[in-house]
């Protein structure tokens, strides 16, 4: 192989584990797969000795989450606890010994959990009237948000059109969203760019880091969605003092563009200031002990009200209502509400979107999920049945596929062997290296891979409830 040399002083101040350099001129020849991380499926608490310590640990897992994405740390909000994921009891005490020995930082790692999610088996709509004296003024909220669950297949298509234009899967113009075949209709002859593996690795990886769905469904003004999308982005450049990453905008088909949009496309970004453009509807007019007032539809809300509960439903998903462990594959739509000119705020509506949201959950039958692993041994044939008995009664696995093949050694003699395709628990799989060893006198092997989550039993989520500090 030919060597590159670096000699910019700066360095790769940018580049990440996956990125590949190539020569400027190539980026439209060379198409290299991007490589498939896993998601951290064990968790374990992480304690420092010093408060003066935490910005240099911090800045540490900065550097550390750069070079293995498959590792992730972050903060509980409200007890201030901080929480490392990885692959494997090996994998977080190698990131804890690397925190020592290259950052001089002394942890502490607490017991090994398994990394549960939590979803819901229902969907439901609830409404909430939140009112709050604070300081002695009145402030009032309503709102109305409905919860679904999610197949991965409902999550992929929910999620497509967001995918396709990073991805730029789509043929003709940069942006231009198919939605299966429906968008190549309009050209004739025209059909669908196949993914490539790299990008449907990328495109797993998306869904992966992308468990919920957000949805708003408060008006039919196409102003709105325009104007919105163009306030956040402003929001986030604030945030973060850079530019969020490239979106393009969805198009429609030439022949059906509305000229007036189209025209508002171009102008709205050089907006200095936004605002909702859904004219204010009156809906309601109430009296309490503190007066008179009127409510308007919440579609004509400004911009910063709606972000706010926004933020606090995707604050409300990250902790679920069973162990707190954070919500998959659910899709929350914000269908409606009202608001006061003089008694809504955005942190009264954070206060009553995050009671509603808990409501919901709570209503809509919340289950556990397990990470579950692709097993696959390699074993003499003596002891399938052995093997397979262990995973299907004792470790709650089931068998996928099962097959036998010979190996010759000096092509005198040949030993029976089979291969055994499995999926069973993370939980059930810890300490399984040990039973292969004495169940087949150290000849069999075996080899796991994350696979999917999928709903607990209702015995094992009752177990689990009854004693969560034991997982």
Known sequence: GSEMCI????????????????????????????????????????????????????????????????INVSENPETGQILVRGLGELHLEIFRDRLEREYNLRVKLGKMKVAYRESILEEKEHSIRFQQVINGKPYIACLDLKIKPLTYEELEEELSGTINRLLHLNQGEKGTEHKDTKAAAHTPGAEPK?????????????????????????????????????????EELKRTGKKPEAEEEEQTPKEEEDPTMEKLKTKVSHYKHLKNPVEEIEVEEYEDEHGQDTLLDLASAPFELLQAIERAIALALGRGS?????????????????????????MIFEMAANKLMKELIDSASPILLEPMMEVEVITPTDNVKDIVQDIVSNRRGRIDELNSYSTKFGGVSEVPRSIITSTVPLSETLGYSTFLRSISKGEASYTMVFKDYEPVSQSKQKEILANPYDY
């Open 7 to 70: 000699r910019d002083r700066s360095g790769l101040k940018h580049s990440t584990t996956g990125d590949t350099l190539v020569d400027s001129r190539d980026t439209e020849r060379v198409k290299l797969q991007e490589i498939k991380i896993p998601p951290p499926v064990f968790v374990s608490a992480l304690e420092y000795e010093s408060q003066k310590d935490k910005p240099a640990l911090f800045q540490a897992f900065k550097t550390l989450m750069a070079e293995d994405p498959s």
């Open 194 to 234: 196949k993914p490539t593996t790299g990008q449907t690795i990328a495109r797993e990886h998306f869904i992966q880091n992308h468990p919920f769905v957000l949805e708003m469904d408060i008006t039919e003004d196409d102003r709105f969605k325009l104007f919105y999308r163009e306030f956040k982005k402003r």
């Open 322 to 346: 069973l162990l707190g462990y954070p919500m998959f594959r659910v899709k929350v739509t914000i269908c409606g509400g009202k608001y006061s000119l003089a008694r809504s705020k955005p």
